[in-house]
């Protein structure tokens, strides 16, 4: 679904592991539809229990033609990565997984606390494993939508600061953009083995295509000029 705060006419579009978490807190601090717990039964899942994260589905995004629409993208590598650091290491997705626990067969010989490279050159395994780790680590496109010259605004992570101060302006009340659900451990594309890069390199190529107006693949892919994709940006 989108989530949409109607008294500012704001609509968002959430992407695993770009931000998500920070945007949905800010935006519900500005929804006055939205009842927030007491301060000591707020947790990271209240943002998400009041803002779920679903796919793009265009006729559902058509009926906010008139609201002020808006997502946040994310460093494919960097995304990538922090499904391990996040989700495997921090919240141990693959420790709760009952399939994991089950030992089916196709789960023979596949490691149940995996290193990076591990995880990396066996993610198709972990995400039929996980719904957790599918869920953080498939195409930005499923939710955000193929065309993102459909938002009015497309923001980086490393320009959040930018959103708060443009919620700021369409709101006229104070925006506060805290950074939550950063990884503990920091893992860079360069500690992994050649072979756990050969492994990722068809996804990142596909996203880094997808996202060539705001990031260049670091793995060298040349995008062609029919994979890039319009924005229309508002000043």
């Known amino acids: 679904m989108v989530i949409a705060v109607d008294a500012h006419k704001l609509a968002y579009m959430a992407l695993p592991k770009a931000g998500c978490s920070s945007v949905k ?20 899942y209240t943002w998400h229990d009041l803002y779920p ?10 009926r906010y033609a008139d609201y002020w629409r808006f997502c946040v993208v994310r460093d494919p590598v960097r995304r990538l ?23 089916p067969d196709w789960l023979t010989g596949i490691a149940r606390d995996p290193s990076p490279d591990e995880f ?5 395994v ?6 957790s780790v599918k869920h953080h680590s498939i195409d930005a496109w499923l939710f955000v939508g193929r065309d993102l010259g459909v938002y009015d605004k497309v923001y980086k992570t490393e320009d959040l600061g930018q959103l708060a101060y443009d919620l700021s302006l369409l709101t006229r009340q104070p925006v506060a953009m ?10 860079r594309l360069e500690d992994l083995q050649d072979k756990t890069i050969d ?14 107006e705001f990031y260049d693949n670091p793995l060298g892919a040349r995008v062609h000029a029919s994979c890039a994709m319009p924005i229309r940006r508002v000043s």
């Open 199 to 212: 492994a990722v390199r068809p996804f990142l190529d596909s996203e880094y295509s997808y996202l060539s």
């Open 178 to 187: 805290p950074r939550r659900n950063t990884s503990e451990m920091r893992l």
């Open 81 to 103: 990565l922090s499904v391990y650091t996040n989700r495997v290491l921090q919240f141990g997705d693959l420790r709760k997984s009952t399939k994991m626990r089950a030992g």
């Open 120 to 124: 990396f050159q066996n993610l198709d």
């Open 25 to 44: 807190e800010a935006l519900a601090r500005l929804d006055p539809s939205v009842k927030l717990p007491k301060r000591r039964h707020i947790t990271l």
């Open 53 to 62: 994260t679903s796919r793009f589905r265009q006729h559902r995004f058509k």
């Open 126 to 131: 972990y995400k039929k494993a996980s719904s």
